[in-house]
């Protein structure tokens, strides 16, 4: 059976990018997805990429989901973007603490992702489809597991309506962990974050920074390959259709996809399972 999907992008930073980006989107609008995301910078760098490549999705015909992170944020700026946001016709949110840019102590009106889903909810009620993040693999910065998953718990509990996770390579990694909320009285569904291997290096560099782990069996292999992209390539969609079926075999609620703003990885892994339009 073929699952609710849906996709990541990050906001692009040149007129090229963007035009890239808008064919990759037309691309995977043939997937049907349930709704397309895009990233929002450390600090909210990135705002107005953001509000604006959430302004095309919208146009195009497919529903938004704009990520919106609150340190160094004040309650009157918040306010102002939720006002924003409901004005473009946003029904969903994937709620974040976020990341401060560099040389920046911890400021704002919101320490933690939990304060923003409550305020959220404050404010705009039922206005919002939120989405929260979570970390089969335990958040980098958690003080221990348990601590990250009550983390977790307050942000159920502040009004998230579902999760996404970090991307990782162990079904059994994230299967643990939704026992562990279900233990807990969280029925909130949790989507599996997936990650398409296209390149080792760059998979390294963005796992060794969000605390996901990479199975030696994996590292070993890629590494094995050097500079053969074609055998990378062939090599992660293995792993990743793979993984894609036992956590489908499972009964996961649907699977996002942290494309990278590229479709052929994420198509690849759809055709394999059977689900390419």
Not at 36 to 42: I, K, M, P, R
Not at 231 to 255: H, M, T, Y
Request: net charge negative; hydrophobic share 45%.
């Amino acid at each position: 059976m073929r699952l609710p999907l849906s996709f990541e992008f990050f906001p692009t930073k040149t007129p090229e990018g963007a035009v890239k980006l808008r064919a990759v989107r037309q691309q995977l609008y043939a997937q049907e997805p349930e709704f397309c995301s895009v990233t929002y910078g450390a600090g909210g760098s990135t705002h107005e990429g953001t509000f604006g490549a959430v302004r095309e999705i919208l146009s195009e015909g497919v529903d938004a989901a704009c990520h919106f992170s609150c340190i160094g944020a004040t309650k009157a700026t918040v306010r102002e973007q939720l006002a924003e946001l409901k004005a473009m016709g946003v029904k969903r949110l994937v709620a974040l603490r976020g990341d401060l840019p560099s040389g920046y102590g911890l400021g704002g009106e919101f320490h933690y992702a939990s304060d923003l889903v409550a305020f959220i909810r404050e404010e705009t009620g039922r206005d919002f489809h939120i989405e929260v993040a979570c970390y089969p693999e335990v958040h980098p910065q958690a003080r221990s597991p348990e601590a990250d998953l009550q983390a977790f718990a307050a942000k159920v509990r502040a009004g998230a309506d579902s999760a996404i996770t970090q991307y990782f390579f162990s079904a059994e990694a994230y299967w643990r962990f939704v026992d562990e909320a279900r233990a807990l009285g969280l029925s909130t569904p949790i989507v599996p974050g997936i990650m398409p291997i296209t390149s080792s290096t760059q998979l390294m560099r963005f796992s060794d920074a969000c605390g996901a782990e990479i199975p030696r069996w994996i590292r070993l292999r890629l590494q094995s390959f050097g500079d053969d992209t074609a055998s990378i390539k062939a090599f992660g969609l293995d792993v990743v259709a793979a993984l894609c079926e036992r956590l489908c075999a499972g009964g996961v609620p649907a699977l996002h996809f942290y494309t990278m703003n590229q479709s052929v990885a994420t198509l690849g892994v759809l055709q394999r399972l059977g689900w390419a339009a």
